[in-house]
């Protein structure tokens, strides 16, 4: 068995020979490969760059392979959160069937993948006032437009949700195969929606007031800042921005990240270039704060919920949309850097012949985001006019009626001015 074993040429040899075996026409196609590297691959810059490919792939095809695992999972993987009397089945909502609500049309948002909603009958008037929400919120203002009907004021109360937050996120699960993440969403896309719900209701409304909140106050401001404002169609007679973070509130952790000396590029590099842009850095453990406000006797409904037996609420909770995770991504992190130091650097210039703008802010200390006197300060010299403060972060988010009391008389006096009606 050894002279067996000895007498197979070492694989040395059998390489040897098949080599030799060869035509030298047949070698002529490894000569590319036989040829030394050029001197550039042989430096710390090859090895770098090499890296940051590397890194870059490998993130995307994690996310990719999240983004199929969502759309697998379908209406499954919509955490959902209810919390009674505050929650409305959503199919009665819709159809008017909840609390004397209107019914309401959902027109999908083709180009942006938002949704944008309208009453199903809509007042002759031709006036609207059209609510871009913020981060993590979704429409749900469904009593209010109960409240102004009887009133006899006839505006009609649209509201958008985008592609990765409420209806359009639900439908952007079921028909992408590689859907957005939940709340995967950059400022210029927010400001995208409301151009695209704009154009979908311009031959409906041939006036609307565009009422925005916290982020997407920030993405109309952008929008006004750049050659995109004239996509603004000429219905649109005034934006009404309400605590927009143009600046962080001192001691904010974000206003922390912003003031620290990580240079913006650095967190554009992370963002766009290695891709870890959709990357979760953290999440509410619930929504409890949405709901509940603490008082002397323990836990309450906020006050601006309408439920059965309180009739003064302006919204109620769509637990089908409004899930328990709020999550903070990298990008967020990313785009705030950028957009609250270019603010602070003056480099946001408005545009001509766009639209009035008018921004109100909360200077009590329980404000939970906006730095107000700053805002306050860089908006006025951007060309916007104060409307009057309120004492919320989100006007229609009160927790007492007072609170509620004060918003609304901004909102009726801007009512006046852009869309000529009076609010009494």
Known sequence: SSACIFSVPP????????????????????????????????????????????????SRACFLVARIRLHLAGAAAAVQCRYCDADQDEEKLYGGSVQGCPAYDK????????????????????????????????FNLFPLQKQIREQGVKIDVVGVDYCAYGAGYERNVRERWTPR?????????????????????????RKVLVVAN??????????????????????????WVTNPVVAFKEGHFVNAIVD????????????????????????????????????DQGKRFKECFAMPGHSSGVMVGVPCHQHAANP??????????????????????????????????????????????????????????????IETHEEWSFETAVQWEIALSVLKGLVSKTLSVEWK
């Open 11 to 58: 694989p040395a040899d059998l390489h040897g020979r098949f080599f030799k075996s060869l035509r030298p026409s047949m070698l002529s196609w490894l000569s590319p490969m036989a040829s030394p590297l050029p001197a550039w691959a042989a430096t710390p810059f090859s090895w770098m760059l090499s890296v940051v490919v590397t890194t870059a792939l490998a």
């Open 107 to 138: 027109v999908p948002l083709p180009r942006t993948g938002g949704t944008v909603h309208i009453p199903r009958e809509r007042a002759e008037s031709g006036l609207a006032i059209l609510y871009l929400p913020g981060k993590g919120r979704v």
């Open 181 to 205: 993440l939940l709340y995967e969403m950059r400022l210029h896309e927010m400001s995208d929606a409301l151009v695209e719900a704009l154009e979908v209701t311009s031959g409906i409304y």
């Open 214 to 239: 916290s982020t997407s106050g920030v993405s109309v401001l952008n929008l006004l800042s750049s050659r995109a404002a004239k996509n603004i169609p000429a219905m649109v007679h005034g934006f």
């Open 260 to 295: 620290a000396s990580v240079p913006t590029w650095l967190w554009t590099f992370f963002d766009r270039v290695i891709g870890l842009g959709p990357l979760q850095l953290k999440s509410d453990a619930d929504n409890e704060w949405f709901y509940f406000s603490e008082t």
């Open 328 to 389: 903070m991504r990298f990008l967020h992190v990313a785009e705030i850097v950028q957009v609250t130091r270019a603010w602070a650097q003056g480099r946001y210039k408005r545009q001509e012949s766009t639209p009035p703008v008018w921004f109100s802010l909360n200077y009590k200390a329980d404000e939970w985001h906006c730095g107000a006197s700053k805002t306050r300060e860089l908006l006025s010299a951007w060309g916007a006019v104060e409307a009057g403060s």
